[in-house]
């Protein structure tokens, strides 16, 4: 019924977002992985999506198929299709704080993405951080300690959310570059890494690098 379509597990943060989402809701779904930054990339996505960009997830249902685009979207959808999976919080002013985390993250920190690209399976240096990336990594600790402070689970709400879908990414991007972390958030990016679908994909992402992929 579902199928999604990704780019590579060591580069693609968009794809994270919406794979953990599935693995995490127990949802069964099939994985078509394009290869990017090569020259059949453009026309391979084209195939799947008109956006041309990757995550698109495909729902297949009495014959019907509806693309959805855009990593937010796809993990909306599965929210929406699966409450008992419980992807946002229950209760209502969690959830409204929730998905203001989560749409920080989808429409912010581009100097972050800019300066510490996504490179899930290396661990590189620390980079010296301009003004702009660091009060951005500033503004993501801050809204991690808060969150955490304020809801036990372990995540940033308690139990697993579409917000910590959101932040996986960021989580990788800090323990690639070494990026130094109070003891909470330190733990928290501990906790998600520990999880068996992101041990999972670091797995994946470790064998492209082992083929000779970014």
């Not at 240096?125 to 809801?151: F, G, M, N, Y």
């Not at 910590?164 to 690639?176: E, H, I, N």
Request: proline letters at 6%; aromatic letters at 10%.
């Amino acid at each position: 019924m579902y199928t999604l379509v990704i780019g590579n597990k060591n580069l693609s943060s968009w794809s994270l977002r919406p794979w953990l989402a599935l693995k995490m809701a127990g949802v069964p779904f099939e994985e078509i992985v394009v290869r990017l930054d090569q020259p059949e990339t453009r026309a391979s996505i084209g195939q799947y999506s008109v956006a041309g960009k990757v995550p698109v997830l495909k729902i297949t249902e009495s014959g019907k198929t509806l693309t959805v685009w855009d990593s937010l979207a796809i993990c909306e959808t599965i929210a929406e299709r699966h409450p008992e999976a419980k992807l946002w919080p229950d209760d209502p002013e969690a959830r409204a704080i929730a998905r203001s985390y989560a749409a920080e993250m989808h429409s912010g920190f581009v100097d972050v993405r800019q300066n510490l690209p996504m490179d899930f399976a290396r661990a590189i240096a620390t980079p010296a951080l301009d003004e702009a990336t660091a009060k951005q990594v500033a503004r993501i600790v801050s809204a991690w300690e808060a969150a955490l402070c304020a809801h036990d689970g372990g995540f940033l709400f308690g139990g697993f959310s579409i917000a910590d879908c959101l932040y996986a990414p960021v989580v990788s991007r800090f323990l690639t570059y070494g990026i130094a972390l109070p003891k909470a958030s330190e733990a928290y990016c501990a906790r998600l890494m520990a999880l068996p679908a992101l041990q999972e994909w670091k797995a994946a992402a470790e064998a492209e690098i082992a083929r000779g992929w970014k």
